[in-house]
């Protein structure tokens, strides 16, 4: 069945219908969602995998105990995953990030402890098999997955990945399972302060995940692809058949063009196809299953007369360590104040880059990390360590406009990636260190291989899978 037709289906005609509903009245009503305040608010959300002390995917049960541990968890489509989320900060400093993360990730490591299951810190879980995978016992994890397996086409190539030998086939969303992101929500002032902060997020995601590459490896194997993550996902999740839409109009990741408004936002979300189909919670359905590189989300509690506008920036992989990972994230905050700092702009936002260069950069970042060439926002084309070292300046003047405190440890991280290569390219170095001839059999040589390479990201051992 092709997309045009799944949208006719009544469910999704009826989801599409209250969806509408329900998005005509938040444009009603702007102003519950404005914010008078030139506060920087900020959330995190980081997605963990996981194994056991043999380096095998863990028991459902043990992971759900660490969840139900911890009311800042949740659940993810894989059984072997976790996410923590921290609460929304008030941000005057990076290191109130850093505090609140550490503390959380810590309770995480203790309960994992008592369940002998090691948490990974990486953009993909390499120990894990895609014919080994079990997902959580919830049924949006088992309808949202199936339904994309069941209505695939075959514009979806067979294989993926630049290693002979090392290639997996991307037709299986089991895929999500094993894909990790660290996303960084910010809140929004207002209708228009959304779709900037969306638009800008966009642009800059490219140099957020070219810098940030950590998920070259799965399915026990190197993919070659630095950042595999979001490739992955758009080739599991591709719905598009021989009617030709654009994988932008439908499908994860990519944008076609900037958002124009938030109305314009919302006709995207209802152009995508619901699979679950809930009338009442229209709203979160469409927007849960958007996932776009940058997105915009309602957060609303009636109950206390609380109504929040916040955009979510999703292009970065889990990273190797969490000061690593607050490092990006600082980078990513600071870089969106530099585009929307009127002091730094001459009493305007920065111009966007041209979005048929902004999605030549996302395939450079996600193909090959910093290993490429990449548009300035000038629309320069220059090698991917010169334009970062650009941005990463920039984003500490961000970070100084808008008033928000941070070590020089952060943006020390930052340049020495650009030295030293991303986590993906020291991982891949680690990996090739390891000699298949001392092992027994292939599984024993695969799992240390990937191990040493994990221990390779980080100059402190502890805790690489902790």
């Known amino acids: 069945m092709s997309i045009s037709e ?3 289906e009544d469910g999704e005609k009826e989801m599409r219908d209250a969806f509408e509903r329900q998005a005509s009245e938040v444009l009603e009503n702007e102003e519950k969602y404005r914010k008078n305040h030139d506060n920087w608010v900020i959330g995190l959300e980081v997605e963990y995998g996981s194994v056991d002390s043999d380096l095998n995917p863990p028991s459902r049960e ?35 990030l850093e505090n609140q993360l550490a503390t959380r990730e810590k309770q995480v490591l203790e309960s994992a402890e008592n369940e002998d299951i090691r948490v990974l810190r990486a953009g993909t879980n390499p120990f894990v098999s895609l014919d080994e995978v079990e997902r ?24 993926f990945g630049s290693e002979p030998g090392e290639e997996i086939d991307p037709r299986n969303a089991e895929i999500a399972a094993l894909i990790n992101a660290a996303q ?10 959304a779709v900037e902060k969306a638009n800008f997020t966009y642009m800059i995601t490219p140099y957020i995940t070219a810098l940030s590459a950590n998920s070259r490896f799965l399915d026990h194997g190197d993919l070659g692809c630095a950042d595999s993550r ?17 994988e932008e109009t439908i499908g994860p990741g990519k944008l076609g063009s900037y958002f124009e408004d938030l109305e314009d936002y919302f006709g995207r979300v209802r152009e995508q196809p619901f699979i679950i189909h809930e009338t009442d919670a229209a709203m979160d359905i469409g927007i849960g299953t958007y996932w776009k590189d940058a997105r915009i989300k309602f957060v609303d509690e009636p109950e206390t007369n609380t109504y929040d506008l916040v955009v979510e920036s999703r292009g970065m992989s889990t990273q190797p360590t969490l000061k690593e990972e607050i490092a990006m994230d600082a980078f990513y905050i600071g870089r969106l104040a530099y585009a929307q700092s009127e002091e ?13 260069k902004v999605n030549r950069n996302r395939y450079s970042a996600m193909y090959n990390g910093l290993e490429t060439k990449l548009y300035s926002p000038n ?23 808008a008033g928000i405190e941070y070590e020089e440890e952060y943006f020390d991280i930052l340049y020495n990636r650009i030295e030293d290569g991303t986590p993906a390219t020291q991982m891949a170095e680690g990996y090739k260190e390891v000699d298949s001839g001392e092992f027994k059999n292939e599984e024993e040589y695969r799992k240390q291989a990937l191990l040493n390479g994990l221990l390779n990201q980080k100059d402190d051992i502890e805790a690489e899978i902790t």
Do not use: C
Not at 184 to 193: I, L, M, S, T, Y
Not at 230 to 246: A, G, Q, T, Y
Not at 379 to 401: D, H, N
């Open 6 to 8: 799944l949208l006719e």
């Open 62 to 96: 043990a992971r759900n105990n660490i969840i139900n541990s911890h009311d800042f968890l949740d659940f993810e489509v894989g059984a072997s995953q976790i996410e923590a989320k921290t609460r929304p900060l008030n941000l005057s400093s990076i290191s109130q």
């Open 136 to 159: 959580t016992d919830k049924p949006k994890y088992e309808i949202v997955p199936n339904f994309h397996d069941n209505n695939r086409h075959d514009v979806v190539q067979s294989r």
């Open 184 to 193: 960084v929500n910010v809140e929004a002032k207002g209708f228009d302060d």
């Open 230 to 246: 979001m490739p992955l996902w758009e080739k599991s999740h591709d719905l598009r058949s021989e009617d030709n839409i654009p």
């Open 344 to 356: 730094l702009h001459s009493g305007s936002n920065e111009d966007k880059l041209d979005i048929e």
């Open 379 to 401: 629309g320069e084309l220059k090698q991917a360590e010169k334009v970062l070292g650009e941005e990463i300046s920039k984003a500490e003047q961000g970070l100084e406009a």
